[in-house]
T-cell receptor
Framework: DVKVTQSSRYLVKRTGEKVFLECVQD?????MFWYRQDPGLGLRLIYF???????EKGDIPEGYSVSREKKERFSLILESASTNQTSMYLC??????????????????FGPGTRLTVT | RKEVEQDPGPFNVPEGATVAFNCTYS??????FFWYRQDCRKEPKLLMS???SGNEDGRFTAQLNRASQYISLLIRDSKLSDSATYLC?????????????FGTGTRLLVSP
């Protein structure tokens, strides 16, 4: 059973603080993702990583950075938290599966989320 | 135009009813399609993949219409436990790294 864990369920930080959100998966997945989810906007991809030390920007990377030093761990960093970064942050991992036709299908497994409030 | 669009609902149905949701996508080259389910204050979980030929899993049926660029989810004999938000998810063709694009979700409320 795939398990993705996140370091905190709830976090309250002050504007300007540096914030670390940690994510760990136990299924040896190559791919890991960070999303934020906001009402009316759905899930939006911040960053993803397809291998150790590799990272790619998603749709909304501004104000965030990431780190992947080990395969099982993917960290999201808010260098200087701002109030507009108040959100639910969801981590996910996936192992790409190739279907018989040679295409690629994906299933992402999500962690429980971290609700971050920046005051 | 959003890449993936869904009616936010809520859809209010009684137990035992049949309900259907549609989702439209804008990229005609989109490759993979899914429905995820998200319970209140929980993480999304894969409900089912959507194949070109359509597929069924118990009370759930998913269909893909590439010509009209929409996917659908049909739930028969609704249960109280089906109450959740259903997220339509699409993979654009040439992203290379399994990027998923999520719709904002359709909320379903099943009442006794």
């Amino acid at each position: 059973d795939v398990k993705v864990t996140q370091s905190s369920r709830y976090l309250v930080k002050r504007t300007g603080e540096k914030v670390f959100l940690e994510c760990v998966q136990d299924m040896d997945h190559e791919n890991m993702f960070w999303y934020r989810q906001d009402p009316g906007l759905g899930l939006r991809l911040i960053y993803f990583s397809y291998d150790v030390k590799m990272k790619e920007k998603g749709d909304i990377p501004e104000g965030y950075s990431v780190s992947r030093e080990k395969k099982e761990r993917f960290s999201l960093i808010l260098e200087s938290a701002s109030t507009n970064q108040t959100s639910m942050y969801l981590c996910a991992s996936s192992l790409s599966l190739t279907d018989l036709a040679g295409g690629v299908t994906y299933e992402q497994y999500f962690g429980p989320g971290t609700r971050l409030t920046v005051t | 135009r959003k890449e993936v669009e869904q009616d936010p609902g809520p859809f209010n149905v009684p137990e035992g009813a049949t309900v259907a949701f549609n989702c439209t996508y804008s990229n005609s080259a989109s490759q993979s399609f899914f429905w995820y389910r998200q319970d209140c204050r929980k993480e999304p979980k894969l409900l089912m993949s959507v194949y070109s030929s359509g597929n069924e899993d118990g009370r759930f049926t998913a269909q893909l219409n590439r010509a009209s660029q929409y996917i659908s989810l049909l739930i028969r004999d609704s249960k109280l436990s089906d109450s959740a938000t259903y997220l339509c998810v699409v993979t654009p063709f040439n992203t290379g790294f399994q990027k998923l694009v999520f719709g904002t979700g359709t909320r379903l409320l099943v009442s006794p």
